[in-house]
């Protein structure tokens, strides 16, 4: 019976890994270097409206609706699981 779900998930439905890499400490040195550090975000996601490198719109696997937008272009990776 395990293989008949897993087929009718596969078939019907679908669901997205969506990783977001965001800055998470900027240093900046005394001679004006700057160094910053990432950070990865993973959401689980049923549906994706819009990803853009600053604007995220999408539905999680829980049905909510969010919204997500950054001022500066981030890196991100859209993985479909099913």
Known sequence: MGRIKK??????????ELII???DTVTTHADGARTETWKEK???????IKTTPTH????DVAGRRNEIKFLNPVDFHVIKIW
């Open 21 to 23: 890499s965001v800055s």
């Open 42 to 48: 993973k959401y689980s996601a049923k549906k994706l």
């Open 56 to 59: 995220f719109v999408f539905i």
């Open 7 to 16: 087929w009718w998930k596969e078939f019907w439905l679908e669901e997205y």
